[in-house]
Each structure stands twice: as structure tokens, then as C-alpha cells.
């Protein structure tokens, strides 16, 4: 079995992920004799699902794949011919890495020798707020149109 749950003495908590959550509300499976056990044991104790702490600052690139990376080389290289040739070469010998480190180191060339593609697939937070008043306005308008209309 590989759902488990952790006393944690010091916040006074019974921690359990999502999948030993969903398994627990069955009545009669292990998980739930497990939780039932613990919660006679440390009357207590909160139960509590084990959150996963997200990076919200990580830069993500969700267009930024291997076509999108060829067709800009082709558009915008400086020396399309020579670029295009280092980044099907950085492919290739990739291929011979876990697939867990082809796309990153990849990913990681392209953006230190395009770095204005940074900028346009993920703007900035000055940016962004930008963008949210138009949107507003634009809903603003239309509802005082579909009023008087």
C-alpha cells in the first residue's frame, strides 16, 4: 500500500494525501480502518489533506513547443540556416537523456538566444492589468447596450 497517513505531533494534525482521502471515504478499505485507528488514538487531532505548496511566480510557456520553436527560428533567426542546424542538433543529442531533461535544457537555449520570446508568451503583471479594465469596459458597454436596445 502506498497511501499513508502522518501524525504530526506538533500541529496536532492527521496529514493524508488525495488519494489516500478518496480511498478513506470507502467504508470497509484499508484507508479507512487506517484513519478510524487514528482518530481513536488522537481524539485530538484534526484530520487534514496535505495541500501541494505551487510556485505562482514559475514562468510557464504553453505554446512553447518543439514547431513553435522551428517555425520562429525560420521567421526570425539572424542566420536561419546555421540556428535551425543547432537547435535539430540540441534535438537529436537530446534524445539519448531521461525524457524528463530533453524539453527543459531545450527550452532553456531557445529562450537565452530568443529572450524577446519571454516577453511576448508571458506578459508582464503591468501588462496584465492593462488588459483587465478594456475587458471590463467592453462588458460594461455591452450591457447598457442590451438595456437600451
Not at 68 to 76: F, S, V
Request: aromatic content about 14%; some cysteine.
Amino acid at each position: 500500500m502506498t497511501n499513508y497517513i502522518k501524525i504530526d505531533h506538533k500541529n496536532k494534525k492527521l496529514v493524508y494525501d488525495r488519494a489516500f482521502a478518496k480511498n478513506s471515504s470507502i467504508v470497509g478499505s484499508t484507508e479507512y480502518y487506517l484513519l478510524q485507528q487514528a482518530r481513536k488514538d488522537y481524539p485530538d487531532y484534526t484530520p487534514e489533506q496535505k495541500k501541494i505548496k505551487r510556485n505562482t511566480d514559475k514562468a510557464t510557456y504553453s505554446g512553447l513547443n518543439y514547431d513553435y520553436m522551428r517555425e520562429y527560428i525560420l521567421r526570425y533567426g539572424t542566420d536561419k540556416k546555421a540556428e535551425l542546424e543547432e537547435f535539430e542538433d540540441m534535438i537529436f543529442l537530446s534524445k539519448c537523456h531521461k525524457k524528463s531533461l530533453r524539453y527543459p535544457t531545450i527550452k532553456k537555449w531557445f529562450l537565452t538566444k530568443y529572450p524577446e520570446v519571454k516577453n511576448f508568451l508571458n506578459p508582464t503583471a503591468e501588462e496584465k492589468e492593462n488588459e483587465k479594465p478594456q475587458f471590463e469596459v467592453m462588458a460594461s458597454e455591452q450591457n447598457t447596450l442590451g438595456e437600451t436596445a
